[in-house]
């Protein structure tokens, strides 16, 4: 039966590793319709015992180890969640995200659950995915940042200014004050690169409600060999 399956798939997810479902057929009065009972039985919940975090080899590593020693989830006596454990990788990548580590992803974090050295207990031993390319481990700066003033209509005669936060080339004419858009741009040069600094400019910029469209993107410096990240920021009237 596909719901009991389903239930079962649900139990095991959940920490529920003895539980089960199952189902029966009840007769109706009219032969053309049924009632059906599904009963469902939890049985003990599984909960974390020992959790092993990341060899301290490196950077990457020390910071994947302080953040998930401080997860409230990853405690000893929390119930088996894979739910629980995939938000785990996520907050975990939304910092090292804004620590330089733009292309990290929750997936390249790996879970080893073993349940068989204590009775209802799961040794929990966290690891990095094999076979992830350097690049995508790696922690950039801020370089270049540039910004594209573009007409609602097109067309124009591009004006290239250098402010103290990049380089901003408006398209003429134009009645925009050249410090308007600067003013709202978070990233600086050299700087740790932060996926936070694309979300504030992006709300500052769409603050001045003067923009139909804004990009930001994002582009490695020297095929990623500078451990640069050059800013492209597209704005269109």
């Known amino acids: 039966n596909i719901r009991t399956r389903m239930v079962d798939e649900i139990l095991d997810n959940n920490g529920y590793f003895r539980g089960g479902a199952s189902y029966e057929v009840l007769d109706q009065k009219d ?3 049924a009632k059906i009972n599904y009963t469902v039985h939890t049985g003990p919940a599984y909960t974390l015992d020992s959790i092993q975090f990341l060899p301290d080899t490196c950077l990457l590593n020390h910071l994947i180890d302080s953040l998930a020693v401080g ?17 785990v990788r996520t907050r975990i990548t939304n910092h090292l995200r804004n620590r330089g580590f733009y292309f990290f992803r929750p997936d390249y974090i790996e879970y080893l659950a ?7 207990k799961i040794d ?9 390319p350097a690049p995508m481990l790696a ?48 990233f600086r040069k050299g700087k740790i690169f932060s996926v ?4 504030r400019t ?8 003067i923009f139909n469209a804004i990009n ?17 920021v597209n704005c269109t009237f």
């Not at 073993?114 to 209802?120: G, I, K, T």
């Open 114 to 120: 073993d349940s068989l050295n204590n009775p209802l």
């Open 216 to 232: 930001i993107n994002v582009e490695p410096d020297s095929a990623f060999a500078d451990r640069k990240l050059n800013v492209v």
């Open 31 to 33: 032969p053309k319709k």
């Open 139 to 186: 922690r950039y700066t801020t370089g270049d940042i540039t910004v594209y003033a573009f007409r609602n209509n097109g067309g124009g005669t591009p004006d290239t200014i250098v402010t103290s936060r990049g380089t901003l080339i408006q398209m003429m004419p134009s009645k925009l004050r050249h410090q308007l858009i600067p003013e709202c741009v978070t």
């Open 71 to 87: 997860d409230p989830y990853l405690v000893r006596g929390q119930r088996y969640s894979t739910d629980s454990l995939s938000a």
């Open 202 to 209: 992006q709300t500052r910029l769409a603050r001045l409600g």
């Open 124 to 132: 929990l031993r966290m690891m990095l995915a094999n076979n992830i």
């Open 196 to 199: 936070r600094d694309m979300n």
